[in-house]
């Protein structure tokens, strides 16, 4: 088992910045490739960025092409813990937003293993 706890959500302007973090524990935190995933309302579940499970220099990331250039994520293998720095942020990218693990190559959020709750941004205009 993986838990997973997203922290760093809130309500911001429309252009500002905000770090997203997800502090994983129980199984080797190496071992898993770590995504983001976000859900507006009524709309489905969308893949943001995911990263390897190597983190640093190594890592190979993986975006989605509505938060390339804007959004980086990482990972600080030392502190179980992954990041989604979000940069000029826009109302669009308002959703609850979720970090998942899985041991395999993909962007399906079916195929992530464990999720964890989620936390709201909510980007006003």
């Known amino acids: 088992q993986v838990q997973l706890v997203e922290s760093g959500g809130g309500l911001v302007q429309a252009g500002v910045s905000l770090r997203l973090s997800c502090a994983a524990s129980?199984?080797?935190?190496?071992?898993?490739?770590m995504g983001w995933f976000r859900q507006a309302q009524g709309k489905e579940r969308e893949f943001v960025a995911s990263?390897?499970?190597?983190?640093?220099?190594?890592?190979?990331?993986y975006y989605a092409d509505s938060v390339k250039g804007r959004f980086t994520i990482s990972r600080d293998n030392a502190k179980n813990t992954v990041y989604l720095q979000m940069n000029s942020l826009k109302p669009e990218d308002t959703a609850v937003y979720y970090c998942?693990?899985?041991?395999?190559?993909?962007?399906?959020?079916?195929?992530?293993?464990?999720w964890g709750q989620g936390t709201q941004v909510t980007v006003s205009s």
């Open positions: 990263i390897s499970g190597s983190g640093g220099v190594r890592s190979y990331t």
């Open positions: 998942a693990a899985t041991q395999k190559v993909t962007v399906l959020a079916g195929e992530y293993d464990y």
């Open positions: 129980g199984r080797t935190f190496t071992n898993y490739r």
